[in-house]
């Protein structure tokens, strides 16, 4: 298969927008995504597009962009690179779902390039249940292995380590949520050719939809109490720590002048904060004894 | 005047941890403190003292602590030392109140000394109204400045561009409120001793309680709309955002495995997030044009 230019890649990320808002419009039910173009002022542009008050998304964001322009001195340093031009093209998405019993979702896939040559694909997939159901996350993690495997055999395991050790609060000595998985700086290396990662890379973004919808069944209708409502608030105000103090690509965007409304689409409608707050409840209480690394979820017996 | 050594220092800074929440509690009149006594297993430890569920107060926390051992690295390398013990004790407040009429107030007095002779002392005092009232702003800034001012005629200007420079958030281009006053590092200089230095320090300390409760003279028994509220939480995301992002003291004191409870005392108990939020009540929008660095709000007339 041909290599694919950036061209080809924002196109398609470009259409993925489109159909996952469109899958999300009829998993939802009642609301509808409203869009919000913007241009930069260096280069390009996107497409941030949010939602709110749903049937069953109450806050949530799928935002593309495409943008371009001399490197920010924060990448240049890293590389140890005096100059170069990028180009950088992505599809980004947080849900924060009404009800308690519902997983917030995240994904991201991206593709960076500069014209010294160099490039690499970015993303993953990881879910973050307010109260965790064993079952569901077996199956949340089966499904991300099913689609790293028609890949890579070694995908699945490295990327899912990748996502516990990324998706960490390290203050809190908790992972944000069950993980999923996570891979930066994908490149050719190996056998692996750019064709080969494009191909992995596009059935993440495929593959959201139907592994959200799975993930939401038979939890979108349970009846929750104010004790899990409140419970749901304060797990969210452990997304917004993750997000604003350890999150790399939140930090850079924000560091970098990027647009800050579009990047910050990823904060609930509502968190909660409370001192030394400890649950009663069982499933809450179960909920943190599984916030670790290293739970193999798809062998996961309880 | 005699040097304040360490041990002088600490013991007055828990002295005014109990003037406080006893200032406190009788300005509230309804809720108490309750106190967590906490040891670091590298040496010291410290008192939170957290408030909830108050008639003016919904949330806080007024904290001492004293705490000492190896130098952490962030700070050798930040000094280029090699290795050094250090000794480190505060008083830091947030309170967040029920009414959003009342403004969040900040106040943080701090002393740090090395094992080889150096030594600084850091603090200050600044609001963040919801709602800016320019009269009450007026008398909070004259109220830093005549404690300023008993001191050193140019710290008041100095400090006060300090606060505007520290409490800012770059990614919104907004300060965080009106600002106050913030100083950091002060040593001994020309004619200025370190007595001076602790005079000073705690000035600005004992100045708490009166300023604060003048600041919510008139405003905790204003009535409020749903609007506001809505307005405050909104703010109150923005006061999340800066300190999670931007806040000095709190990045090094979650990155250096400090007690993550106490830091985070200054997260307020409800934020909201709303995509690209525009408000339309006029006193909402004169925030926001107030939100600037720069402000000559001792000489201020609207």
């Known amino acids: 298969m041909q290599n694919p230019n950036k061209e080809t890649i924002s196109e398609w990320f470009k259409g993925l927008q489109d159909s996952i808002c469109e899958g999300l419009e009829t998993l939802d039910g009642k609301s509808q995504f409203v869009q919000d173009k913007w241009e930069r002022s260096e280069g390009g542009g996107g497409r941030t597009r949010t939602f709110k008050e749903g049937a069953l998304i109450e806050k949530g964001g799928v935002n593309f962009s495409a943008v371009f322009g001399p490197t920010p001195s924060k990448i240049l340093e890293a590389l140890k690179l005096e100059k170069a031009d990028f180009f950088a093209t992505g599809v980004s998405i947080v849900l924060h779902p009404k009800n308690p019993w519902v997983p917030i979702i995240h994904m991201n896939v991206r593709y960076f390039e500069m014209d010294n040559g160099i490039w690499w694909f970015g993303g993953g997939i990881d879910l973050t249940p307010h109260i965790i159901i064993p079952e569901k996350a077996v199956l949340f993690h089966e499904n991300l292995k099913k689609t790293c495997d028609k890949h890579n055999s ?3 395991e490295e990327f899912k380590r990748w996502a516990d050790d990324y998706f960490y609060l390290s203050h809190r000595k908790e992972t944000r949520g069950i993980g999923g998985i996570f891979f930066d700086r994908l490149a050719e290396k190996d056998q692996v050719t750019k064709s080969d990662r ?3 890379v596009k059935n993440v973004g495929s593959s959201f939809v139907p592994i959200y919808s ?3 069944e038979n939890l979108r209708e349970k ?4 004790e899990d409502k409140k419970w749901q608030e304060l797990r969210r105000g452990r997304y917004v720590e993750f997000n604003l103090v350890h999150d790399k690509g939140t930090k850079f965007g924000l560091d970098t002048d990027g647009r800050t409304e579009s990047i910050l689409v990823s904060m609930p409608p509502i968190a909660q904060w409370q ?3 400890a649950p009663e409840n069982q499933q809450h209480l179960q909920t943190l004894e599984l916030l670790k690394k ?3 979820w798809v062998n996961y017996t309880s």
């Open 198 to 200: 494009w191909e992995f």
């Open 275 to 277: 001192y030394n707050f």
């Open 154 to 156: 070694t995908y699945y």
């Open 294 to 296: 290293g739970i193999d």
């Open 223 to 226: 009846e929750w109490s104010d």
């Open 214 to 216: 799975e993930a939401v």
